[in-house]
């Protein structure tokens, strides 16, 4: 569009004729009647700020005096030096102020004929204590009645007072001044009195009243030197105000280090108003009126316009000129239709993005609960060393695949900002056996060596989200196995301090394939990695470093990466951690539970989820009811009764959360019967549904056999509440199965808590419920356990998990 008229020139003129108009008016009756006025109002603030600084000095050394005319009193009595010493000590004791120092200061004789001076002075140290002083009394040093404080006031009349020079004392190199007055015993000259005065506090009032209202000052004694001076600068036709004030004649000269622009101001604008004002409102109006016909009013309109349109919709205005503001408003009316048309697709796409999350977390979960669960029961059959190897490679296969899903889920809630930290208290070293006990066997088994490094204190303890923290060690450890083929994988960890937080600094550095420069920038960003070949070859979603990053962000911390190609990669992550007192440890005392007797509802929509989840519940004793929905459930807990009910969440019919509602608000003891929930979807707000509606525990899809077995424990009150009398019975069929189960479960629990002295007993107690079964391999198993056990390591995860397996039969 053509800009046939600018606005900006229009603003222009309208403003350059305002400016030029109020200029030389205002320059004009300034000058006429303003600068008069204002240069007499300040020499006279000059002068009461001169007379204000005179008074207070003034004020402050003759109010000194009166300590000295108590001086005088005390020489003046009859009394003898001691009781004079006596009543001077508790004199200096009790004033405060200014005085520091001062004493008596007898006539040469006239005290002990034999000794020339016998002085009493004294000092009031900086601590407040009161020292007498005896160094003038020595009359090698000249002796005190020479000194010119002394002479000046010998034989005077009674009341006279000197002051001395301003000097500084040698001691605490304080500016100070001597005021004397001598002192008569009937009638007869019997020596001086003397205080001694400081005039640190005087000067640092007058350099404060100086710099608080931008003066120069020259203060000078009555000998013309010069006390102080403080930003005494003069200028051509300054104004100089001078004041001599009191008996001790000091003088002082002030003037003004600045203008002084606020009490110029204040005097424009009382002289101006009358006269000024008027004409100025009436430019206003005029600049007014020119400003709004031409910008203000078109620039208002829109301002409506667009807060009417702000869920969309043109702008509606008649404006006929061809400038800026009819250029902005057919531009704004483009921009609102494409925002528009954008926006739709943003929502479509969001609301698309969420569903179909919530979609492949649900269908991948519920048939990967099948794969995962049938090969967990299978395992715990009678398999030759072939089908064993076929079917851990399923299991693993059917992980793998869950820990990809599990990557993009991460990434998606991160995103969305939808991740919440928890902060618990936690020890490092559980951290560091967990990791140690995971990569040290995945290392040996690709020929590396792994080390592990702490400056870390020992038993040290911290107050963060230890979930997350392990997921960032985890996905680097998980890295850097995978990209080196020899040498090492190490890892160290350390503490610093950064702005007053804590921080824990870890590096996981390895000697493999290493990341080029130009890629490292990249390797962070979501589905990126060092090269298009690499997920081909070594596999991955390339979201494992976007998870690292934004999880070290939202911990307060950092991820950096330092590498070269062929050489490898340090990655260093800084997690803000704050430290915390250590927990004491507690044993859970587990029992082999009997579920033999119990009733178990399994409500389950896909036959195959509920045939493992029947499988796993028989297998320990449950008997077991499948239905298909949540009506089904509410029927059948009313017509028979249950022990456990196994809720699924997306269900035909009536879904989990209606029917354990449902439940909840049956009559009678049935509603509130023990109900886990059960369900493939991992979403927060669909795990808070389930449990605002009554689910007791909630156990994600796939079904991991031992959270379930740990939620049937923890909560086995409710489960046993309809029948009590089984909780206590032992388990059938034979004596072996509770022998065995308790050292194995305290056994396990040593080991992740990576106690070792723990360990090595429960070990034993194992052996010794187990030294009746005559099995080879088991005995072998069991050796090199202990093996590890007495060189103080910890048994390889394969170890423990051959050791369930060979001891299925007396624990399950």
């Not at 320059?27 to 207070?56: A, C, F, H, M, W």
């Not at 005290?111 to 020339?116: E, L, N, S, V, Y």
């Not at 100025?280 to 400003?291: P, T």
């Not at 269908?363 to 064993?388: F, S």
Request: proline share 3%; with cysteine; glycine share 6%.
């Amino acid at each position: 569009m053509d800009i046939q008229s600018s606005l900006k020139r229009k603003s222009i003129f309208a403003l350059a004729i305002y400016l030029a108009l109020v200029v030389t008016l205002i320059g004009t009756v300034s000058y006429l009647t303003v600068e008069p006025p204002t240069r007499s109002q300040l020499e006279k603030n000059l002068d009461l700020r001169t007379e204000l600084i005179s008074t207070q000095i003034e004020q402050t050394l003759n109010s000194s005096l009166g300590t000295l005319q108590a001086v005088v009193s005390i020489g003046s009595n009859h009394e003898s030096q001691e009781h004079q010493a006596d009543l001077l000590f508790s004199l200096f004791s009790l004033v405060d102020g200014v005085t520091v120092s001062g004493g008596l200061w007898p006539a040469p004789y006239s005290i002990d004929a034999t000794t020339p001076y016998k002085s009493l002075f004294f000092n009031r140290a900086s601590d407040g204590q009161i020292d007498r002083v005896f160094s003038w009394d020595n009359p090698e040093s000249g002796g005190y009645d020479k000194e010119t404080w002394y002479t000046s006031v010998i034989n005077k009349p009674i009341g006279t007072v000197s002051w001395s020079q301003v000097y500084i004392d040698p001691f605490t190199h304080v500016q100070m001044t001597t005021a004397s007055s001598p002192y008569y015993v009937d009638g007869e000259f019997a020596g001086v009195a003397t205080i001694d005065i400081s005039l640190e506090t005087l000067l640092q009032f007058v350099r404060k009243h100086a710099e608080e209202y931008d003066l120069g000052v020259l203060l000078r004694d009555s000998y013309g030197d010069v006390i102080t001076e403080h930003n005494f600068q003069l200028a051509m036709d300054s104004y100089i105000s001078e004041n001599d004030f009191g008996d001790f004649n000091w003088s002082v000269d002030v003037v003004n280090a600045k203008y002084l622009v606020a009490e110029q101001v204040y005097e424009v604008v009382s002289n101006v108003e009358v006269m000024v004002v008027p004409i100025m409102l009436i430019c206003v109006m005029l600049g007014y009126m020119l400003i709004n016909r031409f910008l203000i009013s078109p620039i208002v309109v829109i301002a409506r316009s667009l807060d009417d349109s702000k869920e969309g919709g043109a702008i509606e205005i008649d404006y006929q000129s061809q400038d800026e503001i009819k250029y902005l408003i057919d531009a704004l009316n483009q921009k609102t239709v494409y925002l528009e048309q954008e926006k739709v697709k943003a929502q479509a796409s969001t609301k698309a993005k969420s569903a179909f999350l919530a979609t492949l977390s649900h269908e991948i979960r519920t048939p990967m609960n099948g794969v995962l669960g049938t090969a967990q029961l299978l395992l715990k059959t009678d398999l030759n060393q072939e089908q064993k190897k076929h079917l851990k490679t399923l299991y693993e296969s059917g992980e793998h695949m869950m820990t990809l899903l599990n990557e993009i889920l991460d990434f998606s809630k991160v995103e969305q900002g939808h991740i919440e930290l928890e902060a618990t208290p936690f020890p490092l070293e559980s951290l560091i056996g967990s990791i140690n006990s995971v990569y040290f066997s995945l290392c040996a088994e690709k020929g590396l060596t792994f080390n592990i490094q702490s400056q870390v204190p020992q038993q040290r303890w911290y107050l963060c989200d230890k979930a997350r923290l392990r997921q960032i060690l985890f996905n680097l450890l998980n890295n850097a196995v995978k990209f080196t083929a020899q040498g090492y994988v190490e890892v160290h960890f350390k503490e610093e301090v950064r702005s007053g937080d804590n921080f824990l600094v870890i590096q996981v550095s390895d000697s493999g394939i290493g990341i080029a420069k130009k890629a490292q920038s990249r390797i962070f960003k979501p589905f990126e990695q060092a090269e298009s070949s690499t997920t081909r070859r070594f596999g991955g979603t390339g979201l494992g470093l976007a998870i690292v990053k934004q999880l070290c962000e939202l911990m307060g911390g950092e991820v950096s990466v330092t590498s070269e190609l062929g050489t490898g990669s340090s990655f260093d992550v800084a997690i803000r951690a704050d430290i915390s007192q250590p927990l004491t440890t507690e044993y859970r005392e587990l029992v082999k539970l009997n579920y033999q007797g119990l009733k178990a509802l399994i409500v389950e929509d896909n036959r195959t989820n509920a045939l493992i989840l029947s499988t796993f519940m028989t297998n320990k004793g449950f008997s077991c009811e499948c239905v298909e929905n949540g009506e089904q459930a509410v029927y059948a807990v009313q017509q028979q009764e249950f022990d456990l009910v196994l809720m699924d969440n997306h269900m035909p019919v009536m879904d989990g959360v209606e029917a354990t509602v449902a439940i909840r608000n049956l009559p009678g003891r049935v509603s509130n019967l023990l109900i886990f929930g059960c369900t493939a979807d991992v979403f927060k707000d669909t795990r808070e549904r389930m449990l605002f509606s009554g689910v007791d525990y909630i156990i994600s899809k796939p079904i991991d056999e031992t959270e379930l077995d740990d939620a049937l424990i923890s909560y086995s009150d409710k489960l046993y509440q309809f029948q009590p009398h089984l909780l206590n019975q032992p388990v059938a069929p034979n004596d072996v199965n509770v022998e065995i189960d308790k050292p194995l479960t305290m056994f396990f629990m040593a080991v992740e808590n990576q106690d070792l002295a723990k360990a090595k007993g429960f070990l034993t107690q194992i052996k010794h419920c187990l030294q009746a079964i005559d099995t080879s391999v088991l005995d072998t198993n069991l050796d090199g356990i202990e093996a590890r056990l007495a060189q103080g390591q910890f048994p390889l995860p394969e170890e423990l998990d051959l050791l369930v397996i060979q001891v299925k039969d007396y624990c399950n």
